[in-house]
């Protein structure tokens, strides 16, 4: 299946959903005046449903959207990716977004190009191939996003429904109770319970961080740190990462000027707001690629924050974005922890 | 005078027991160290990471925080959210190519003046070993 049937299929869902009332607006990318113009927007009319858009550029994260402009009282449905959903996801956990009130359309995602290249509107990725103005070519890797490449969820198994792209026709995955309304009515006919996710994902994505990760690893302390301080040097303190974060959702934030911690006007600002955000961030990081794709400096934040996430998420077992019920590591006590003596977590 | 390096510590001691144990190491005459510089917190659990970075990034050679053992704390569950904290910000330290023994987390009840002139003579030998923090200056 191609980009455009994709997009056809995923617009009849929609318009089905709105027509038959299930939800008062959906959140997705639409294509504006022309294929460079791709834009989010909330829908309400379901004869602007034909104006969604799949596409390999990401330019936000629309949980991160929602949070911030969703009206907290209508039933949303969000046409997300894997990173999206589990934004949504993490969000609710920290009552930003109201879960009962969103359905999540998940697309089938193998990766976004970089947003600097400026193919990244032009072409779709689809697995090993992407698609250019109808023509089917082998994938360049290098054009993914970093964050993508090391990217363990390209079927969004958390979001209510999941359509794979792989298939033809379509298939559907009903992931949750609210999917099987959103099945019967849009009328398709889907296999129950969620998919099993591909050993082979997993352990390519694991492949591809230990890569990723290994030239960091090797290093001694003090390389580390120089080059990190080198990176951070070249901040310009502009906000991007943290506006762009799904995860960084405080009204109130240490950053600002006037939390004193951080001095208006100081650049490159204190290393203290690199450490700040890591720390905030990095137990419940997505691995989105947001905050890296914002920022002016290409800084490379994301394996930053991937990187530190990964050695937190095997001491705490916490895996962000799949269960709401679980909540995040540095606010929650286990079972065993409360019987257990000494300074260390194993 | 003599040019060993004499790192500074700070210490964040919790009000119900750290404190209190530090107070009876000072009243039992116990001999330790003299660079440790003590802020006292109502709870380790009042322990900001941003502290201990700030406290890093001002100059500081190493970061003791103190607080009750486990299952003794006066706020019932602090202490325990302080260990996640802790392990998290070593755990970001040793990413960023900080050595993550620069923090040290240490239970020290009311009662153990000697265990607290012992933590704070082991931690200075460790701080003196891992000489002048790097990030001072930065």
Known sequence: MGRSEYSEKIQHIVSAMLRSGLVDEVLAFVQGLDEYDIVPAFIADERDAEKIVVTSYNPLSLAKLLAEYGDKDKKIAVVVRSCDARGIIELAKRNQINRDNIYMIGLECHGVAKPSDKRAKELYILGSEIEASGERTALDETLLAPNCRRCEYPLPTMADISCGIDREPMSITVNTEKGREIVSAAKLSADEGGEIESAATKERATRRQEEDFAEMRGMSAEDRLNYWLRQFDKCIKCYGCRNACPICYCKDCYLDADRILIKAGKLPPEKLFHLVRLIHVADSCLNCGQCEAACPMQIPISKLYHMLHKELSAIFHYEPGIDIAVLPPLGTISEEELKAGGVELA | ?138
Not at chain 2, 10 to 30: I, Q, T
Not at chain 2, 128 to 133: R, Y
């Open chain 2, 1 to 138: 005078m003599n040019n060993e390096f004499e790192p500074k510590i700070l210490g964040f001691l919790c009000n119900w027991c750290s404190y209190a144990g530090a107070d009876l190491a000072g009243v039992s005459r116990l001999q330790y160290p003299p660079n440790i510089r003590v802020i006292r917190v109502m709870c380790s659990a009042r322990v900001n990471p941003v502290f201990i970075f700030k406290a890093l990034l001002g100059g500081v050679d190493g970061v003791l925080i103190s607080g009750c053992h486990p299952g003794d704390c006066h706020y019932m569950k602090g202490n325990y959210y302080t260990r996640r904290r802790i392990t998290a910000v070593k755990k970001l330290l040793d990413t960023v190519g900080i050595e993550p023994d620069r923090v040290r987390l240490e239970w020290v009840s009311a009662s153990e003046g000697i265990r607290f002139a012992d933590t704070v003579r082991d931690f200075t030998e460790t701080i003196k070993k891992l000489g002048p923090n790097p990030l001072k200056g930065v």
